[in-house]
């Protein structure tokens, strides 16, 4: 059985004042909810409050991103043991904004998946297609590519404990998202390259009103939120469509 997971990705949004009042109201929106579970994964300056202010309840918190190297004249850059020192739970590597804003390729995906493992915390692994790419019929070559990639520089048991986040980047804050089907196919390709037990999420405009027949979907686990894990009642919706799954 696997325990769907809702993590809410922030990206570069939020303020002192704002994240409090988020995370008042997803923590009440949330108590109830058992079977499942939520995170958040904040901009690196807030960490170390949302750690404090999530101590001992329900939501856990994770980043979005971090280097793929331990320490050393890496200006601007986090490291997988920094993290660890705050307790982060989870970890985002390889988010498609990282892949085309920044450069990622797929061997540094691979690196940062490894360091985030070693430091035992759990990576969320995001891939996904370009809208490109699935009309070209490749979208089982790419996402299949990008797994093999990590899948090369880390044991296959690592996916035991990772998550992998399916993300179409043609659905990803577009409004459109892949349709249920759509969803399902590539998670069952993808699970076929992991285990059974792999927990499949997911991302690319979930909102309340399509997420229960999305996560219906037998190889969905939940999802990685963008925009919606902005607004606590979406996302506790959201997070509310997870648990009538689990
Ligand atoms: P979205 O973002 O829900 O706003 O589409 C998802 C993501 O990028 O993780």
């Not at 329900?58 to 020192?85: C, I, K």
């Not at 070209?136 to 044991?155: C, D, H, P």
């Not at 992998?164 to 399902?184: D, F, K, M």
């Amino acid at each position: 059985m696997r325990t769907p997971l809702v993590a809410g990705n922030w990206k570069m949004h939020g303020s002192r004042a704002s994240n409090r009042a988020l995370l008042d109201a997803v923590l009440a929106g949330i108590e109830t909810l058992a079977g499942i579970e939520c995170a958040v994964c904040v901009p690196y300056p807030y960490l170390g409050e949302v750690a404090g202010r999530l101590a001992k309840t329900r939501l856990a918190w994770g980043a979005q991103n971090l280097s793929e190297h331990l320490q050393g004249a890496f200006t601007g850059e986090v490291s997988a043991p920094m993290l660890a020192e705050f307790g982060c739970r989870y970890v985002l590597v390889g988010h498609s904004e990282r892949r085309q804003l920044y450069g990622e390729t797929d061997a540094v995906v691979a690196a940062k998946f490894a360091a985030v493992l070693a430091h035992g915390m759990t990576p969320v692994l995001c891939l996904g297609e370009t809208l490109e790419e699935r009309d070209a019929g490749r979208t089982e070559q790419v996402v299949g590519r990008q797994l093999a990639a990590v899948l090369g520089l880390n044991e296959k048991n690592a996916f035991k404990k990772a998550v992998v986040a399916y993300e179409p980047v043609w659905a990803i804050g577009t409004g459109r998202t892949a349709s249920p089907e759509q969803a399902q196919a590539v998670h069952a390709f993808l699970r076929s390259g992991v285990f059974p037990e792999t927990r499949i999420i997911y991302g690319g405009s979930v909102k309340p009103g399509n997420a229960a027949t999305i996560f219906a979907m037998p190889d969905v686990d939940g999802g990685l939120i963008g925009g919606a894990s902005l607004v606590a009642g979406d996302f506790t919706a959201i997070a509310r469509a997870a648990q009538r799954k689990g």
